[in-house]
């Protein structure tokens, strides 16, 4: 797509607009001649002007020709950041008006961009108008549809009834294990398969161990509440059991655990789960088990190279409970080999296994997975809005409701992924994480540390993203840690 700016350089929020409306399209900024049938021409406009702010988008393809105009009143520019903020807001209004032309059915989430689209909902339940009148907002400002508007407004009040619990301290850990079984075909995530990387697996162990030394010498020294625990990847139960219990058993060891009030374990493969890991597990505290299918369908984990049957699935959960561990689930709409009817079999049969969370995910079109690098054939967004239809439906027949969402870039359809919760059941790391209501310390390969500041301030470190990096890294780890000694928690 030809993109002009006139008047402002808002290119970010213009390319995300342009991304979540017109997926296959890519931003061109040339200013080499187009004739009318070349492509798709969007001219962004913006002005201050004595009363008004005012965004107006032309959108031209052809002899086609659409225009949007959104504004707000000068006086609510105070400031930098409110300033580029509904400078932005009103640049993707008039972005989405021009455009609804040029689309086949206007998208679920409207204008609305970003990752966490809670997190607007929560802004407003908390300025102090009442959920109804969110819903109304996220409607009309931001075009969502009733539904979606409906399910942030949810999540945005688990989230809030969290944030009402936390104090100034408090913090989670997460624990990155980047080894997998194998990679599948979905997948572009930070891991490398035990059968190509099973050398690394000791040296990233012991690397591990020694950043756990080092990152609770910060949490101690400064008196910070650990409140939940998730150890992830990868996946971590594809772990030797020695090594698995030397983490767990150093995490123990070195963090104060009397204020924990979740432990997860992301075991992820069933085929990866037997009852001496669990065991392990559960002895050092983990209460909180995820064990994710993706389908329930033997041809569709086929198709996306998945080693594992429906029946390994069964024989995980069976051990999770006897545990007595609370039980994550997750499914994916939108995989290669599934339909609607085979999707809606699938969150049938985990619904009869009762987890207390179930996570529906939306089929992220990732640049480096082998569907994409191979073209595989998956299902149309129609199809995949099916799938999602029926899992909002039984789910909340079924008595959960959605604590916590967010949206990637390159979803199927455009749609989100959600966790279902059962009440009193909600996973406080995910929304820790997601919703950024206090400082997430990441240890391990790929791990993303985000600093909460006391004003709300979001400030990253990036752990190593491989198991060779993690390992040969240790110096960059040093100064890590050195310079969370001198970070003001508080």
Sequence with gaps: MKLVLVGHSYKYAVEQIMLALFPKEKPNYSSDALTESDELIMTSRFQIGDKYAQATTCMRCGDRVSHGIARIKRDKLKGKIMTDRLSQRIIKQSFYRAALVFLDTPPIWGSLTGIRPASIALEKIESGISKKSAIKELTRLYYVSRERAEMCVQAAAASLALKQELAFGDIALYIGIPFCPSRCAYCSFVSNSVEKSFDLIEPFVKT???????????????????????????????????????????????????????????????????????????????????????SMSAETLAAIGRNHSPEETFNAVRLVRRFNA?????????????????????????????????????????????????????????????????????????????????????????????????????????????????????????????????????????????????????????????????????
Excluded at 235 to 255: G, N, Q
Excluded at 380 to 389: F, N, R, T
Aim: proline share 5%; aromatic share 8%.
């Design 208 to 294: 591990l161990l020694k950043e756990i030394d080092l990152a609770a010498k910060v949490v101690n020294d400064h008196g910070l509440r650990v409140i939940a625990i998730y150890i992830g990847g990868g996946t971590p139960t594809v772990l030797p059991p020695d090594y698995l219990e030397a983490i767990m058993a150093a995490l123990k060891s070195a963090f104060d655990i009397t204020s924990l009030r979740e432990y997860t374990l992301e075991a992820g493969r069933p085929d990866t789960i037997d009852d001496l890991k669990l065991r392990i597990a559960t002895r050092y505290g983990a209460d909180r088990v995820c064990v994710n299918p993706q």
């Design 326 to 490: 609370s039980l994550n689930m997750d499914v994916i709409a939108g995989l290669p080999g599934d339909t609607p009817e085979s999707f809606s079999r699938t969150l049938d049969t985990l619904l009869e296994l009762a987890p207390e969370n179930i996570t529906v995910h939306t089929l992220s079109l990732k640049k480096g997975s082998r569907i994409m690098l191979d073209g595989t054939a998956r299902p149309c967004g129609a199809d995949v809005s099916e799938m999602l239809g029926y899992a909002s439906r039984c789910l909340r027949g079924s008595g959960y409701e959605p604590y916590y969402l967010y949206k990637q870039k390159y979803t199927s359809g455009g749609f989100e992924n959600t966790g279902w919760s059962r009440p009193g059941h909600e996973g406080i790391y995910n929304i820790c994480m997601m919703e950024e209501l206090c400082t997430v310390l990441a240890l391990g390969g790929g791990g993303v540390t985000k600093l909460v500041s006391a004003n709300g301030n979001i400030e990253r470190i990036f752990n190593a993203k491989y198991p060779r990096e993690y390992i040969m890294q240790a110096d960059k780890m040093k100064m890590k840690y050195e310079r969370l000694m001198k970070y003001n928690f508080h």
